[in-house]
């Protein structure tokens, strides 16, 4: 739904990243708990490599090809220092989505908006077609917006920045309660910036 933006972070100081991603816990919604499950390589990497391969994935990350692609993709992040932590969704235990949850004011797209401290980013993409076009992208994005401020007391607001192409994900941040802040000019594509802060109610499927 909402691809990286291609660059990578440089260094900067280890101050608090995004806190214990794995204890978070679950929230509730309509369709049961849902839970962010960081991934570990070996065990989840044919499950990615599979969804990155599905062209309508494929057409906004840019990460289809061999498993190695995949790995290399998550090794980067799972290898680093914290600020970026990929996830996969699971939706009453099953594996619906995968996520990178980042801090956003540590990261490149820093630099093309006015970034606030502790901001926290979003990527997401659902993982099975026949999850899509039914609104689960709406209820996950307001589960998300709901756990990352609930568990993260310091960040006031998410932000993403999906593809100005992707109707169907721009749709569903809207649903979720993430108000359109501007358009980015990002490495590799145009992008809505969209910020969701805190008291905002989202929709549900």
């Known amino acids: ?14 101050s608090d990243r995004l ?33 990155m391969n599905d062209p309508v994935v494929a057409e906004y990350w840019d990460l289809a090809g061999p498993p190695a692609r995949t790995e290399e993709h998550l090794r980067a992040q799972t ?28 990261d490149p797209l820093a630099d093309h908006y006015a970034a606030r401290p502790h901001d926290t980013g979003v990527h997401l993409l659902i993982g099975e077609a026949a999850d899509r076009g039914r609104g689960l992208g709406t209820l996950l994005l307001d589960a ?35 108000r359109r802040a501007g358009t980015l000019e990002l490495p590799g594509k145009r992008a809505a910036l969209m910020i969701r802060g805190r008291g905002v109610v989202g929709g549900t499927h």
């Open 79 to 106: 290898g680093g220092d914290g600020r970026s932590v990929p996830c996969l969704g699971l939706l009453d235990g099953r594996p619906t989505s995968y996520w990178e949850i980042y801090r956003a004011d540590l």
């Open 19 to 51: 806190g214990d991603v794995a204890g978070w816990g679950p929230v509730a919604t309509p369709d049961g708990p849902f839970l962010l499950l960081p991934v570990r390589d070996r065990e989840h990497l044919g499950l990615l490599h599979r969804w």
């Open 144 to 178: 998300v917006a709901r756990l990352v401020l609930d568990r993260r007391p310091g960040c006031l607001r998410l932000v993403a920045e999906p593809d100005l192409r992707n109707h169907a994900s721009l749709g569903a941040f809207r649903k979720a309660g993430f």
């Open 1 to 14: 739904m909402s691809a990286p933006s291609g660059t990578r972070a440089p260094a900067r100081a280890r």
